[in-house]
């Protein structure tokens, strides 16, 4: 097996590498908590949401808390799976290397 092949593309931005990684451990993330984790800006973390969501690696909720618009972030199951298996690729490669 060649794991280069079973990267996965859509993970070659290390933002959406870092929504993904953030999306594995946490059930949900609003929008401004995982701007700050990633220290991007709005509209860097709105793009690269959108193609993840086009995907349908995320999904996204809309709410309002008062007045106010709460937007949160979760990972779908057809982006865990495709998410763990960039990782076993990238696991590979490194044992291969050794």
């Given at each position: 097996?060649?794991?280069?092949l079973?990267?996965?593309?859509?993970?070659?931005?290390?933002?959406?590498?870092?929504?993904?990684?953030?999306?594995?451990?946490?059930?949900?993330?609003?929008?401004?908590?995982?701007?700050?984790?990633?220290?991007?800006?709005?509209?860097?973390?709105?793009?690269?949401?959108?193609?993840?969501?086009?995907?349908?690696?995320?999904?996204?909720?809309?709410?309002?808390?008062?007045?106010?618009?709460?937007?949160?972030?979760?990972?779908?199951?057809?982006?865990?799976?495709?998410?763990k298996?960039?990782?076993?690729?990238?696991?590979?490669?490194?044992?291969?290397?050794?």
């Open positions: 097996m060649n794991p280069i079973h990267l996965n593309k859509a993970f070659d931005s290390r933002i959406r590498l870092g929504i993904m990684s953030a999306l594995m451990v946490s059930q949900h993330i609003n929008f401004n908590d995982l701007k700050e984790l990633l220290q991007i800006t709005d509209g860097n973390l709105a793009s690269h949401i959108k193609a993840l969501d086009e995907m349908d690696y995320v999904k996204v909720e809309k709410s309002f808390i008062g007045k106010k618009t709460n937007t949160t972030y979760a990972a779908t199951q057809l982006g865990a799976a495709a998410f298996q960039h990782l076993y690729a990238l696991e590979e490669m490194i044992k291969q290397t050794k």
